[in-house]
C-alpha cells in the first residue's frame, strides 16, 4: 500500500510538472530512466583525437565545455602540419589563406568570423565577437580589424608547402576536390560538462584551391554547428554547401528534440541530403557529409554519405577513433 501511495504522489508530481513544462518533465523523466554520461567531447575526423586530449584537461577538472571546445580545437588551428585548418591550411586559387570558424555556448550565445586571414586562431576571434560585440558574425577585412583591435597578432598564414601545393595546383588549376582527402574539411567539436552544459566550436581555412571569398557552412550557425542546452548538440564536416541546404545540424538537433536518439537523428539529416543530392542529379559518390551528435544525456551518434569519416570521443572511459556507419 505504502508503494502504491508513492507511486501516485511521483505520478502526480510528474503530472503537473508536464502541464506547466512539458520540457522539464522529459528532461526529469530522462534523468530517472538512464544515467547521465558526463563529461564527454566529440570531435571530427582523426585529429580530434589529440584536441579531445586538450579539451578533457579542461572538463575533467569541472572545467566549462565553451571553455573546452575553444582550447580543443585551438590546436588544430596552431599546426602547420594540419592542412585544412588554420595555419598552414591549404589557400584559395588566389593564394589568400581564408578562415571560417563559429562558436555556440549552452545559453545561446554565438559568435562566427568568415573569410578572416592572418590570425592563425579564427575560433578566438569568433569567441570574442560573440562576447565583446552586438553583432554574431563579422567578415573579411572587418574581422581582421575586429581582431587586431583585440589583441591578437597579424601573421602570414601560407606556410611554405602549402604554397608548394597551391603552385603545383595552378599549372591545371583543376578544381576537383577529393572525397575523404582531408583538403576541405573542419574540425567540429561538441562537449558536455560535469554541469549538464553543452557548447560547440567549428574551425577551417575551407575548401582548397576555393573561389576567392567562398564561404561554406563553417561558420554558420544551424548548419555546421547548432547547441540547444535543453536537447543536444551537432556538428558536421564534408561539402560544406550540402549541409547549407538543409540547415543539417539545426535538423540534427531537432530531430532529437522529436525523440530520436543522436544516431537516429544523424541518420535521418544524411538520408535528406542524399536525396536532395539525386533531385538535382549530381553524383553522390562525388561528395562527402558527416554529421556527429550529442544529447543532453552523454548519448552520441555519428553517420556519413559514405565511407571514409571518422570521429574521436573522449569520456572518463577512454578516447577513442570511431569509424562512422555510412548510407551508400
Known amino acids: 500500500?505504502?508503494?502504491?501511495?508513492?507511486?501516485?504522489?511521483?505520478?502526480?508530481?510528474?503530472?503537473?510538472?508536464?502541464?506547466?513544462?512539458?520540457?522539464?518533465?522529459?528532461?526529469?523523466?530522462?534523468?530517472?530512466?538512464?544515467?547521465?554520461?558526463?563529461?564527454?567531447?566529440?570531435?571530427?575526423?582523426?585529429?580530434g583525437l589529440q584536441s579531445n586530449e586538450i579539451a578533457w584537461k579542461i572538463l575533467s577538472k569541472n572545467g566549462k565545455s565553451l571553455d573546452a571546445v575553444e582550447?580543443?580545437?585551438?590546436?588544430?588551428?596552431?599546426?602547420?602540419?594540419?592542412?585544412?585548418?588554420?595555419?598552414?591550411?591549404?589557400p584559395d586559387r588566389d593564394g589568400h589563406?581564408?578562415?571560417?570558424?563559429?562558436?555556440?555556448?549552452?545559453?545561446?550565445?554565438?559568435?562566427?568570423?568568415?573569410?578572416?586571414?592572418?590570425?592563425?586562431?579564427?575560433?578566438?576571434?569568433?569567441?570574442?565577437?560573440?562576447?565583446?560585440?552586438?553583432?554574431?558574425?563579422?567578415v573579411g577585412e572587418g574581422a581582421l580589424e575586429f581582431a587586431l583591435s583585440q589583441g591578437f597578432k597579424k601573421e602570414n598564414l601560407l606556410?611554405?608547402?602549402?604554397?608548394?601545393?597551391?603552385?603545383?595546383?595552378?599549372?591545371?588549376?583543376?578544381?576537383?576536390?577529393?572525397?575523404?582527402?582531408?583538403?576541405?574539411?573542419?574540425i567540429g567539436m561538441i562537449a558536455l560538462d560535469e554541469f549538464g552544459n553543452l557548447s560547440g566550436a567549428c574551425t577551417t581555412s575551407g575548401m582548397a584551391f576555393k573561389m576567392h571569398g567562398r564561404v561554406g557552412d563553417s561558420p554558420i550557425i544551424g548548419a555546421e554547428l547548432y547547441v540547444d542546452n535543453e536537447i543536444g548538440a551537432a556538428t558536421a564536416t564534408g561539402?560544406?554547401?550540402?549541409?547549407?541546404?538543409?540547415?543539417?545540424?539545426?535538423?540534427?538537433?531537432?530531430?532529437?528534440?522529436?525523440?530520436?536518439?543522436?544516431?537516429?537523428?544523424c541518420e535521418e539529416a544524411v538520408k535528406r541530403i542524399y536525396k536532395l543530392i539525386i533531385l538535382r542529379k549530381k553524383n553522390p559518390k562525388d561528395l562527402q557529409i558527416g554529421f556527429i551528435a550529442l544529447n543532453k544525456n552523454g548519448e552520441t551518434g555519428a553517420f556519413c554519405l559514405q565511407k571514409g569519416f571518422n570521429y574521436a570521443i573522449h569520456d572518463a572511459k577512454e578516447n577513442k577513433l570511431i569509424d562512422s556507419p555510412y548510407l551508400i
Open 1 to 47: 500500500m505504502e508503494n502504491r501511495r508513492k507511486f501516485i504522489k511521483k505520478a502526480g508530481i510528474i503530472s503537473g510538472i508536464l502541464a506547466l513544462n512539458p520540457l522539464k518533465a522529459i528532461e526529469i523523466l530522462a534523468n530517472k530512466s538512464s544515467k547521465i554520461r558526463k563529461p564527454v567531447v566529440l570531435s571530427t575526423w582523426n585529429f
Open 71 to 90: 582550447a580543443g580545437v585551438q590546436l588544430c588551428e596552431g599546426d602547420p602540419n594540419e592542412r585544412s585548418v588554420g595555419l598552414g591550411g591549404r
Open 97 to 138: 589563406v581564408t578562415l571560417d570558424a563559429c562558436i555556440m555556448d549552452e545559453m545561446g550565445n554565438i559568435g562566427s568570423v568568415a573569410c578572416l586571414e592572418h590570425i592563425v586562431h579564427p575560433i578566438s576571434v569568433a569567441r570574442a565577437v560573440m562576447e565583446k560585440t552586438p553583432h554574431v558574425m563579422l
Open 159 to 186: 606556410t611554405e608547402d602549402s604554397r608548394k601545393e597551391w603552385q603545383e595546383w595552378l599549372k591545371t588549376s583543376e578544381y576537383k576536390p577529393i572525397v575523404n582527402v582531408e583538403n576541405h574539411d573542419t
Open 239 to 265: 561539402q560544406g554547401e550540402e549541409v547549407i541546404r538543409t540547415c543539417g545540424t539545426h535538423l540534427v538537433v531537432e530531430l532529437m528534440r522529436q525523440g530520436k536518439t543522436p544516431q537516429e537523428a
